[in-house]
């Protein structure tokens, strides 16, 4: 009897963990709530030994009001417009956003169902065409952004699954949710050249929403709020951001919320923009420096 209690038992255990296991690899599902629980398991992601690298939390400087509906997978500022990219199937988007900036107000002005088939992921714009990945499909949308209303063009092939998406204003720079980013020819996006993101010689996978500031690429981790800086020549974090205060502060106005996933950086103004799926708002902020990766700490404004 006890030996039929305990089979039983483990078979119950592994289903729960297959279970679990199967809700991380979906990724238009909601993530458990305690990924974010506390700050001890937010550091847990990194080794301990951190010399070298600098550690920032973001403040949040101003709330901007979102759709709760959009599942966010794409951030973009160009000029007075936000491009925006949302996922799930039947659900997928790309919406242009005139954007006040200074009473706050996302304003819709443009949107492009995707087929129903596709799960639309990380965007870009680069010489005045936007580029716009799906997860599984293949297929890297473009639109012509010289007229008034976006023109869509021949789609380009994807042979790795579409993640985020930026550009250094050469080439267009893909994660696929692996540890390593593709450097892409914006004309076929065929493979220039790759590298692999570590943390002090730890690799860091689940790689996603993607943004090119002032030389370094920034991508945040999937299902954490982290956002990792990362030297683009070597592929080692140079810096770390934790956004753990925005996901709290979402939290606060729909506990519904899914993960961090959006970054806009607005290289005329020098502004950031963060929001994540299904949030209320999108945040501008600025980064708080972190003297310890944890524990107390004092802070100076960057």
Same mark, same amino acid.
């Given at each position: 009897?006890?030996?039929?209690?305990?089979?039983?038992?483990?078979?119950?255990? *592994?289903?729960?963990? =297959?279970?679990?296991?199967?809700?991380?690899?979906?990724?238009?599902?909601?993530?458990? !709530?305690?990924?974010?629980?506390?700050?001890?398991?937010?550091?847990?992601?990194? !080794?301990? $030994? #951190?010399?070298?690298?600098?550690?920032? @939390?973001? $403040?949040?400087?101003?709330?901007?009001?979102?759709?709760? @509906?959009?599942?966010?997978?794409? *951030?973009?500022?160009?000029?007075?417009?936000?491009?925006?990219?949302?996922?799930?199937?039947?659900?997928?988007?790309?919406?242009?956003?005139?954007?006040?900036?200074?009473?706050?107000? *996302?304003?819709?002005?443009?949107? &492009?169902?995707?087929?129903?088939?596709?799960?639309?992921?990380?965007?870009?714009?680069?010489?005045?065409?936007?580029?716009?990945? #799906?997860?599984?499909?293949?297929?890297?949308?473009?639109?012509?952004?010289?007229?008034?209303?976006?023109?869509?063009?021949? !789609?380009?092939?994807?042979?790795? @699954?579409?993640?985020?998406?930026?550009?250094?204003?050469?080439?267009?720079?893909?994660?696929?949710?692996?540890?390593?980013? +593709?450097?892409?020819? +914006?004309?076929?996006?065929?493979?220039?050249?790759?590298?692999?993101?570590?943390?002090?010689? $730890?690799?860091?996978?689940?790689?996603?929403?993607? @943004?090119?500031?002032?030389? &370094?690429?920034?991508?945040?981790?999937?299902?954490?709020?982290?956002?990792?800086?990362?030297?683009?020549? #070597? %592929?080692?974090? #140079?810096?770390?951001?934790?956004? %753990?205060?925005?996901?709290?502060?979402?939290?606060?106005?729909?506990?519904?919320?899914?993960?961090?996933?959006? =970054?806009?950086?607005?290289?005329?103004?020098?502004?950031?923009?963060?929001?994540?799926?299904?949030? !209320?708002?999108?945040?501008?902020?600025?980064?708080?420096?972190?003297?310890?990766?944890?524990? &107390?700490?004092?802070?100076? $404004? *960057?």
């Amino acid at each position: 009897m006890r030996k039929r209690s305990a089979i039983t038992l483990g078979i119950t255990v *592994l289903v729960i963990l =297959i279970v679990a296991i199967s809700t991380d690899l979906s990724r238009g599902n909601l993530s458990p !709530p305690w990924l974010y629980g506390h700050a001890s398991a937010r550091t847990s992601l990194f !080794p301990g $030994k #951190t010399d070298g690298i600098d550690f920032f @939390e973001v $403040k949040i400087l101003q709330r901007i009001p979102h759709n709760p @509906e959009h599942f966010v997978q794409g *951030l973009q500022v160009d000029g007075d417009i936000l491009w925006e990219g949302t996922g799930r199937y039947g659900e997928s988007k790309l919406i242009k956003h005139r954007f006040n900036r200074t009473r706050g107000i *996302l304003e819709p002005v443009y949107e &492009k169902a995707l087929s129903s088939d596709d799960f639309g992921e990380g965007l870009a714009v680069l010489d005045n065409v936007l580029y716009q990945l #799906t997860w599984k499909a293949g297929r890297v949308y473009r639109y012509d952004l010289s007229g008034k209303k976006p023109s869509p063009l021949e !789609p380009l092939r994807n042979d790795r @699954e579409g993640w985020g998406l930026t550009t250094d204003g050469h080439s267009l720079i893909a994660s696929d949710g692996s540890a390593f980013l +593709a450097f892409r020819s +914006a004309k076929d996006f065929s493979v220039q050249k790759t590298i692999e993101v570590q943390f002090q010689g $730890k690799a860091i996978d689940r790689l996603n929403e993607l @943004e090119w500031i002032d030389g &370094k690429i920034w991508a945040n981790v999937w299902k954490t709020p982290f956002i990792m800086v990362v030297d683009p020549e #070597t %592929g080692e974090v #140079t810096s770390v951001i934790d956004c %753990g205060n925005l996901v709290e502060d979402a939290r606060a106005s729909n506990p519904d919320i899914d993960v961090l996933n959006g =970054i806009a950086w607005d290289a005329s103004n020098r502004e950031l923009y963060l929001t994540g799926k299904l949030w !209320p708002w999108v945040y501008r902020v600025v980064l708080d420096r972190k003297t310890l990766p944890e524990g &107390k700490a004092e802070f100076t $404004k *960057l």
